[in-house]
């Protein structure tokens, strides 16, 4: 008897991801997981009072706050956005790949059910 499998793959890049990690959230992620104290305080100070603007050709924007985002480029930005993705997986019955704002969702397919 012969059975054909065929893996499925679902390719997920979260546009702009580390921008859009909402600094609330990512400070009650880091209390659950136990990081309280300096570490905790650190890491909100980074986060907080935070402005951009954008300038073109010396003209250039109003500053406005940032209450989303991960430091950028920084060693810190993308271990803030991994410890906010990582329980992106819970609930999913598939094997999961995540490398940044970049996830992988593979499947064997065995059945028309699958």
């Known amino acids: 008897m012969w059975i054909r499998v065929i893996q499925s793959i679902l390719c ?5 991801a580390f ?10 992620k880091l209390r659950n997981h136990g990081i309280r ?3 905790l305080s650190w890491t909100s100070n980074c986060l907080q009072d ?8 010396s003209k250039f924007s ?3 706050e940032m209450n989303s985002g991960v430091p950028q480029p ?6 803030l956005f991994n410890i906010f993705i ?8 598939n094997e999961v790949s995540q490398f940044a ?3 992988k969702l593979f499947k064997i397919v065995k059945s028309k059910a699958d």
């Open 37 to 39: 104290g300096k570490v």
């Open 74 to 79: 920084s060693v810190l930005g993308p271990v």
């Open 101 to 103: 704002d970049d996830t």
């Open 50 to 57: 935070r402005k951009q603007r954008v300038g073109i050709n």
């Open 62 to 64: 109003q500053w406005s």
């Open 19 to 28: 921008d859009k990690v909402p600094h609330h959230r990512l400070l009650r």
């Open 12 to 16: 997920m890049d979260f546009q702009k």
């Open 86 to 93: 990582n329980d992106l997986e819970k609930g999913v019955n």
